[in-house]
């Protein structure tokens, strides 16, 4: 059974970093893509950032230039390191993987981004 953990997620002041972790378990292949989704109060999940396991990267216009998204494929882990922080991004994040053509999903890490 393919389960994605995520870790890294908490409380941090305006123009701060946090660095955003997801391991997934339980298979023995490469994600083809994994990466992040966000989810704020009262609004629809979103795309925050994903990687191809070829290094293709697609980030949403609201991060670039503030998050960086990398990953490990041969520990099938994905990173999200997020600088700059704005209240906005305040979000439950969610790691998202697609493999053989199914999506997987994390349970979500809350980042509160707040004075």
């Known amino acids: 059974q393919v389960q994605l953990v995520e870790s890294g997620g908490g409380l941090v002041q305006p123009g701060g970093s946090l660095r955003l972790s997801c391991a997934a378990s339980?298979?023995?292949?490469?994600?083809?893509?994994m990466g992040w989704y966000r989810q704020a109060p009262g609004k629809q999940r979103e795309l925050a950032a994903i990687?191809?396991?070829?290094?293709?990267?697609t980030y949403a216009d609201s991060v670039k230039g503030r998050f960086t998204i990398s990953r490990d494929n041969a520990k099938n882990t994905v990173y999200l390191q997020m600088n700059s922080l704005k209240p906005e991004d305040t979000a439950v994040y969610y790691c998202?993987?697609?493999?053989?053509?199914?999506?997987?999903w994390g349970k979500g890490t809350l980042v509160t981004v707040s004075l």
């Open positions: 998202y993987g697609l493999m053989q053509l199914r999506n997987y």
């Open positions: 990687m191809s396991s070829g290094g293709s990267t």
């Open positions: 339980g298979s023995g292949f490469t994600m083809h893509t």
